[in-house]
């Protein structure tokens, strides 16, 4: 806020509202008072560093900051209309006072200081002189290569305001070293930062005299002095009430010598603070309550709930709850283990039936604290459950819920019990952290996804745990996950076949933790039957003198029981066109429930071989196998129990296949007939219509609906053709008449009463769709909450027509809007081929035209001098800068910013901004430059990326691994470096429009204060990379270049501006240069400068598949992406063809 501008005053009040700081420019106070201030600071630093050592403060570390040493030993107070500061020091038990005369000098500064700034503040801050006793007054000094603070709150009082004021001019961007032609790169100082969150960063400009206000509650820091500056930076420093209900408080015991700041947690606690999006959070990580202020009365009934822990007492527990370092879990099924808290929770849905399955009254935004885990029932007892699996048909030993919790049996009110388990509570003792890279979170799209799946398959009548919230949130520890989520399930029991096989005495490569441990598979056994199959509880033989004999009866039904349940439960998604997708046997429930829903998908068109992660070349798990993989799960459980049932394998394994098979068959017949309306079983009728319907690709839950609902052979010949591809009426003409007589033969017809009223009961209308999943997962992602519950309400009434009949259907290919994009084919060659789609969707830009070809011979021509100045700041930092000034594009940067909104609006993702010549003519200007300096060559990694106001864009991340960099030093042997140092890959980004520090520009931190620069395993932040972040704002058109290992990511852009005005998106460019040996090109460079437009449309499209978010399109959009690549693949690099296959939609 400019200082004496119209409204100045109000103006800067309202940032504080809003921001919860305001800088004044204008300079408040007189320059000659701040030059005698920082006069006088820089005399007294000698006689001041002795002291700071004497107390060992934490100002030791870095020798630099004195806000802590002033709050100790300055009581400075005035009185407004006297200011008169107190001239003698106290003096501290054992400790030498500041000698008198500095502290006299100090307060007189401080003083005049105090006088000057009063008619500022007493605007902004509307205190009157009576309340304006200042609170705390200091200095903070940073020397060069120093700085002042860490991440710190100062306190929770509500109502204070801390005033900065800089003693010398302070550039806070403390961003790169720019490459300015014919001049020397301008020296970086020690700024003050603000930050919410790394994403958050605001950092602002401050010259001598100026005033910084901010709250005391506000998270900042010190950005450090750069070693190359030639002064050290000095602030001024007040606490100030600001509101006419705080009351002046008394001296406090802060400045007693054996008390502890309020602020003082350790290092890892304040890297929390930062992480955290607002204040709140700081309860979680200091374990305090009194930053939630919760409706105890409404809540009561969790703290109650009543649990027992049987599985734990008869299964064991392994160590104790703090320890979540990987382990082997021996000789037990639990390892103790509790939720890591969720910053920010937000309820984003809950099952009204099955929250009053438990007991819970209806929720409301408070029950988000409990309901993800912050705060557990007193009688709750959390831990991770240990279990192994075949995973695709090979035993992968020790696996475990790495990402949930158990808390116990709850007990009901109807005399039964259920176990809930919390879903996506962090690391654990389980954790294989190494393999997930999530730390034991999940994304909030799939907990939306397998909260929905599960209450609708329990409204279809399938067998499955319930899901009875989801919370979402932030966690701290993940930095790639921007946002994640809580699911909290119950069930008869989370146990599974995978269980069992922690005994096992063998393992293909791997071994089970608790190998011919017989006792625990005995208290498994018993466990399982106690709790699921009662009735098998006192089967024995009585003629067995030995127990184990007398007991294997138990067992052996106890493995045929469950057999018929799974198989059951498979006939079940069979009838209902449902795939399962990930049959591991760590995925089969114990008790014949549907466990685990993150692969579960419901057929559109059919197709006997879909699985939605159909990862084998024989599609394990897809729906024609899934009964088989069913079954072989059963057998490898019946292998797991032969301590225990006693029978020779083959005979067990012969009897669980006959199990099955009948089983399955009944129920699978059975279900068909009720589907098709009919008395008997009709097989044939059956093996005809699933082949029909894979020949003319019909919808699966249309075709059904079509029979239900018609009165005649005729119409539901017409319903039928709608659901499947054309010219295909005669073979449906011909089973419906197969089907008519069938009706006819069980004296019943199409328009009989009693015809239709099964079917009704066995058809639903609506089924969680691929495409309703996405766009539910999507709407949560955006915060629409209530979208994800109206899809919710939806499906769990399967047999009701939604208001919205669409979603009763298939989605159409997808199809662009007609309005800006013009009509598009159902093909992916015709938009392939069609160059005109394209210059008619971004009218402003070109594709293949003639004149972009002389375009790209204007390079950018750069001295020897200035490429040795580039390349000494990628070695040193790892980034560096070119301004706007020194890049005379020879496009329009305000058309690409245009087109890429055009391309938004239309529904394609921003890469497909490449298709256009202006981003490959960018990338030829740059080309010889990024030669020279890097010695590397474009590879085709290229990227576009559009983030809308007040979002943050990239999440914290490395471009590349270290691919081969084994220690701190550089040597020719080393693949990511070459002998020189610079690095084997580089990436650039390339803002389209302006991005000041209050856009989301890039946030990165330097090589030299980066340990993960040149050290693989995961990221971990320490206070130096906190203090040495630097953020690269820029105008439209200049450019950021940094290595394969600079650690960085985007700042949350503001969503309104300076001015009032809402902020635009900011729409960047990105492409890399890399040498062959780290990274081959994915596509020839003699394609270079303008490839053919089919492959900038294969590649864009393949650059979407990888590099977008998921839920960023639909399902439908992705095939289409897929089709486009596929058709030109053989053009592109295997490694990366490779890489867009697993990305496909599946």
Not at 276 to 299: C, R
Not at 490 to 511: I, K, M, N, Y
Not at 675 to 698: F, I, N, Y
Not at 730 to 736: I, K, P, S
Request: glycine content about 6%; overall charge negative; hydrophobic content about 40%.
């Amino acid at each position: 806020v400019q200082f004496e501008a119209p409204g100045w005053a109000s103006d800067a009040a309202e940032s504080l509202r809003r921001n919860g700081f305001v800088a004044l420019r204008g300079a408040p106070l007189q320059r000659d008072l701040c030059d005698r201030c920082a006069s006088s600071a820089r005399e007294r630093l000698d006689t001041l560093l002795p002291l700071v050592r004497a107390r060992k403060l934490d100002t030791e570390k870095d020798a630099c900051m004195f806000h802590e040493l002033c709050k100790r030993m300055h009581q400075l107070r005035w009185d407004v209309r006297l200011p008169a500061p107190r001239a003698s020091a106290p003096t501290l038990p054992g400790r030498s006072a500041l000698p008198e005369a500095d502290l006299a000098a100090w307060a007189e500064l401080h003083a005049e200081a105090h006088r000057r700034a009063w008619p500022v503040l007493r605007e902004v801050l509307g205190i009157t002189e009576e309340q304006a006793n200042i609170d705390i007054a200091g200095c903070v000094i940073s020397q060069p290569g120093t700085s002042d603070q860490k991440f710190h709150q100062d306190g929770s009082r509500e109502g204070f305001f801390n005033v900065f004021v800089p003693l010398v001019d302070v550039t806070a961007e403390n961003g790169p070293t720019q490459f300015q032609p014919g001049s020397q790169a301008p020296v970086p100082t020690g700024g003050f930062a603000f930050m919410a969150a790394p994403q958050e960063h605001k950092a602002p400009h401050l010259k001598i005299g100026e005033v910084l206000i901010f709250d005391y509650r506000v998270r900042h820091r010190g950005l450090a002095n750069s070693s190359e500056s030639d002064r050290p930076v000095a602030y001024l420093v007040y606490t100030l009430p600001g509101c006419t209900d705080i009351h002046n408080f008394p001296d406090r015991s802060l400045f007693q010598d054996d008390d502890v700041p309020t602020n003082a947690l350790d290092d890892n606690t304040e890297l929390d603070w930062v992480l955290a999006e607002n204040l709140d959070d700081l309860a979680v990580l200091a374990s305090s309550s009194s930053a939630h202020d919760v409706a105890e009365d409404k809540l009561s009934w969790w703290h109650q709930l009543q649990f027992q822990k049987r599985a734990q007492e008869r299964l064991g527990v392994d160590g104790c709850s703090d320890d979540t370092e990987y382990r082997e879990i021996r000789g037990a099924s639990f390892a103790a283990a509790r939720p890591v808290p969720l910053l920010e929770p937000r309820l984003v849905c809950t099952s009204s039936s099955a929250m009053a399955l438990i007991g819970a009254p209806s929720p409301d935004a408070a029950s988000a604290w409990q309901l993800c885990g912050n705060a557990l029932p007193e009688a709750a007892a959390p831990a991770a459950h240990c279990y192994c699996g075949y995973q695709y048909g090979t035993f992968s030993g020790q696996l475990g819920d790495g990402a949930a919790l158990t808390l116990g049996e709850l007990q009901l009110s109807s005399g039964g019990s259920l176990e809930l388990s919390l879903k996506g509570t962090g690391i654990n003792a389980v954790t294989r952290w190494w393999y997930t890279g999530l730390n034991g979170r999940k994304h909030l799209s799939m907990m939306v996804r397998e909260f929905l799946v599960a209450e609708a398959l329990f409204a279809l009548g399938v067998p499955t745990t319930r899901a009875v919230a989801v919370v979402s949130g932030k966690d701290s520890v993940d930095e790639k996950n921007s946002s994640c989520a809580v699911l909290l399930r119950a069930a008869d029991t989370f146990l599974r076949f995978g269980s069992f096989e922690v005994t096992l005495p063998h393992g293909s490569g791997h071994h089970a933790p608790s190998a011919f441990d017989w006792r625990l598979l005995r208290c498994l056994a018993d466990h399982c039957i106690s709790e699921c199959y009662q009735h098998l509880v006192g089967v024995e033989d009585p003629e067995e003198d030995d127990e184990d004999f007398r007991a294997a009866p138990r067992y052996h039904s106890f493995v045929l029981e469950v057999t018929r349940r799974t198989a059951r439960l498979a006939a079940s998604w069979q009838c209902l066109g449902a795939v399962h997708g990930m049959l591991n046997t760590d995925n089969m429930s114990i008790s014949g429930l549907t466990l685990d829903h993150g692969s579960f998908a419901f057929l559109d068109h059919f197709d006997p071989n879909f699985a939605r992660h159909a990862r084998e070349p024989d599609s394990r798990y897809c729906y024609r196998n899934q009964p088989h993989a069913a079954r072989w799960a059963c057998e490898r459980l019946a292998e797991a129990l032969v301590p225990l049932h006693c029978t020779q394998i083959a005979d067990m394994l012969r009897e669980v296949t006959a199990a099955f098979d009948a089983e399955y068959s009944t129920a699978f017949d059975e279900g068909m007939r009720r589907k098709l309306g009919l008395r008997e079983k009709a097989p044939r009728l059956v093996e005809d219509l699933l082949s029909l319907m894979e020949r003319t690709d019909a919808d699966w839950t249309c075709t059904f609906q079509a029979l239900t609902n018609a009165s005649s052979q005729d119409e539901a010949a017409r319903e039928l053709c709608r659901c499947c591809r054309a010219g295909a009426e005669d073979e449906w003409e011909a089973w419906l008449h197969q089907y008519t007589e069938m009706l006819a033969s069980e004296s019943t017809s199409w328009q009989h009463p009693g015809h239709a009223e099964g079917m009704l009961a066995s058809n639903p209308v609506v089924v969680p769709r691929e495409w309703i999943l996405d766009k539910a997962a999507r709407a949560a992602e955006t915060g629409d909450f209530a979208e994800v519950h109206r899809i919710l309400e939806m499906l769990t009434k399967p047999f009701e027509t939604p208001t919205n009949v669409a979603e009763a259907r298939p989605p159409s290919l997808a199809r662009l809007d007609a309005n800006t994009a013009g009509e598009v084919g159902a093909k992916a060659a015709e938009i392939l081929q069609d160059a005109d789609f394209w210059r008619r969707l971004c009218p402003e830009l070109r594709v293949a035209d003639a004149a972009s070809e002389g375009a790209c011979a204007s390079v950018f021509e750069v001295s020897e001098h200035q490429v040795e100045m580039l390349r000494a700041a990628m070695k040193r930092d790892g980034v560096f800068a070119l301004p706007t000034a020194d890049l005379p594009w020879q496009v329009d940067l305000a058309k690409l910013a245009r087109s890429i909104e055009e391309l938004h609006r239309a529904g394609w993702p921003p890469s497909f901004i490449w298709v256009y010549d202006e981003p490959w003519i960018m990338l030829a200007q740059l080309a010889p430059l990024l030669r020279d300096v890097l010695g590397s060559q474009p590879c085709f990694d290229v990227a576009a990326s559009r983030v809308p106001p007040g979002e943050a864009g990239i999440a914290f991340h490395r471009e590349r691994p270290l691919a081969g960099l084994k220690t701190a030093g550089i040597t020719g042997e080393d693949v990511g470096f070459r002998a020189d140092g610079t690095p084997a890959f580089a990436s650039f980004w390339v803002p389209l429009v302006d991005v000041p520090q209050t856009g989301s520009c890039l946030m990165c931190v330097p090589r030299a204060h980066d340990a993960g620069y040149t050290e693989s395993g995961n990221l971990h932040w320490n206070a130096d990379m906190l203090q040495n972040v630097r953020c690269l704002s820029m105008g439209a058109g200049g450019a950021g270049v940094m290595s394969h290992r600079l650690f960085h990511w985007s700042r949350k852009g503001d969503a309104v501006q300076a001015d009032g005005t809402p902020a635009p998106p900011c729409v960047a460019l990105s492409f890399a240069v890399a040498e062959d040996a780290f990274e081959s090109p994915r596509l020839p460079r003699r394609m270079l400068p303008l490839p053919p437009p089919q492959l900038r449309v294969a590649l864009a499209a393949g650059q979407a598949l990888t590099r977008e978010t998921a839920g960023s399109f639909s399902t439908d959009m992705g095939q289409l992406f897929w089709d486009c690549f596929l058709q030109c693949s053989e053009h592109f690099d295997h490694a990366y063809s490779s890489s867009v296959y697993m990305a496909r939609p599946q």
